[in-house]
């Protein structure tokens, strides 16, 4: 099983990235994705997940209403559109995969056991 992020980059406060969360060595359908980040110091925070159909999806309370997660399970992608970025969204996002999960996912990193490298969104102006 391998994940792979994409999109990450520098961007000014109030713009806009979209992270990509590619997925092989398995169908997407039966597996959530969660995204999480990491800043130096810090625990990592799950930031949003979505279930293996796109039933369920959650997000912190700190990106509601910014970012948006889905899925494109005929590409095996998972994006999360992150708008209205603020500085303090800067950290190394990661996507990560559960098995056995069409119909709901959890903001616990505990809950997954694949992990993609990460990507570093940096939000300064």
């Known amino acids: 099983l391998q994940l792979v992020e994409s999109g990450g980059g520098l961007v000014q406060p109030g713009g806009s990235l979209r992270l990509s969360c590619t997925v092989s060595?398995?169908?997407?359908?039966?597996?959530?994705i969660g995204w999480f980040r990491q800043v130096s110091g810090k625990d990592d925070e799950g930031v949003s997940c979505i279930s293996g159909r796109g039933v369920m999806t959650q997000y912190v309370d700190s990106v509601k209403g910014r970012f948006t997660i889905d899925r494109d399970n005929a590409n095996n992608t998972v994006y999360l559109q992150m708008n209205s970025l603020k500085p303090e969204d800067t950290a190394r996002y990661y996507c990560?995969?559960?098995?056995?999960?069409?119909?709901?996912?959890?903001?616990?990193?505990?809950?997954?056991?694949?992990w993609g490298q990460g990507t570093q969104i940096t939000v300064s102006s």
């Open positions: 060595g398995f169908t997407l359908e039966y597996h959530a």
């Open positions: 990560a995969a559960t098995d056995g999960a069409p119909n709901a996912c959890s903001l616990i990193k505990a809950w997954y056991g694949y």
